[in-house]
């Protein structure tokens, strides 16, 4: 494989291209009405949804131009939070390095692009994490006639990442900590990285595991000759993001996609969800909005989150949708009970 730049110059590189600088975070625009954002959403009548141009079971229009994936499942579970029709929603594609601007500016009102949530970000970029809908590592992927076998036999490669992303600081880290070189080649978005590494402008892909799978099942030419590497290098929490300010909006956000994950683990369903509204079970009771006023607590109505079940479906639901059909097995995106990680607060 070709040798590289030496790696305190890559390293240097990749970390000040990684987060922006405190000049140009003082220069974005204030977002409208910031501090009351379901008010400014109600008024417009859609939620403005920051998604990715084009990621298989995340984020993709489908032949007919529709947005599907798991993430456009979040904002569709807004949608139907907030007006009672999860089609209100208006997507809006960003890049790994236009994203955080559009959301610090108010273009979109939420973003759900496989963003993972690391201290950076949340400290210092005005913005809030919500809830992690998706648990993922960073992983390689190679062609089969490589040879590699792990990510330590790629001393030396050419590697197509995307910058701004949490993922080319990773990688740096890795290959600095094993004493190992790379060459970076870096590609603004993750469609073109992907088909830079397919046409061979680089030996190497990397990206989250998830990502590398749902493309080499959809969109990259004969998958067989091409191997995702066993090794997981990092902890990639993916999470959609608010701007800070806006307590409220933020909790709408939170508690939609914890309403999904309860509704999994208590059985309510998209088909059973009015059926379940008879149910004697205090919990189901409370999420479908049978009793209690947990929805006014959000500014929403008592049925907030049977609309959401009832049109969008359960986290369950929406994985075996979106992620499953591409051989994304739920691993530790399964339940706790189960032996998962996802885990809403209770809701009582």
């Excluded at 977002?31 to 008010?39: F, Q, Y």
């Excluded at 960073?138 to 062609?143: A, D, H, I, K, Y």
């Excluded at 590609?187 to 190497?204: F, K, L, P, T, W």
């Amino acid at each position: 494989m070709p040798s590289c730049h030496h790696l305190p110059l890559a390293v240097a590189l990749l970390l000040a291209s990684a987060l922006p600088s405190p000049a140009s975070a003082q220069t974005q625009p204030p977002p409208p009405s910031s501090s009351d954002t379901l008010t400014v959403v109600r008024s417009r009548g859609v939620v403005n949804c920051g998604v990715n141009r084009g990621v298989p079971g995340f984020a993709a229009p489908d032949s007919t131009g529709i947005y599907r994936g798991l993430d456009v499942d979040v904002c569709r579970a807004l949608a139907a939070a907030i007006f009672g029709d999860a089609n209100k929603v208006s997507y809006r594609p960003v890049t790994g390095q236009t994203r955080f601007p559009a959301l610090q500016s108010g273009e979109i009102d939420v973003l759900t692009m496989e963003v993972t949530w690391t201290f950076a970000r949340d400290a210092g970029l005005g913005v809030n994490f919500t809830a992690i809908n998706y648990y993922d590592g960073q992983g390689f992927l190679v062609r089969r006639s490589a040879g590699a076998r792990s990510a330590r036999d790629l001393d030396g490669a050419s590697i197509c990442v995307s910058p701004g992303s949490a993922t080319e600081l990773t990688l740096a880290d890795y290959f600095r900590q094993h004493r190992m070189r790379f060459t970076p080649v870096v590609i603004e978005r993750g469609d073109d990285a992907a088909q830079a590494y397919v046409n061979g402008r680089c030996d190497v892909l990397t990206t989250d595991r998830g990502l590398l799978g749902a493309r080499l099942s959809a969109t990259i030419p004969r998958p067989e000759e091409h191997v995702i590497l066993p090794d997981i290098v990092s902890k990639e929490p993916y999470s959609p993001v608010v701007r800070q300010g806006d307590d409220r909006w933020g909790d709408i956000v939170r508690w939609t996609i914890w309403a999904m994950i309860e509704a999994e683990e208590y059985g309510v369903t998209a088909a059973n969800a009015e059926a379940m509204r008879a149910s004697d079970h205090p919990t189901v009771q409370r999420l479908l909005g049978v009793v209690g006023d947990f929805g006014p607590m959000l500014g929403l109505r008592p049925a907030w989150a049977f609309d959401i079940i009832r049109q969008v479906g359960n986290y369950g639901e929406s994985y075996d949708r979106n992620l499953t059909p591409l051989g994304l097995e739920r691993g530790i995106n399964r339940l706790w009970r189960d032996g998962g990680l996802l885990y809403a607060p209770p809701m009582r």
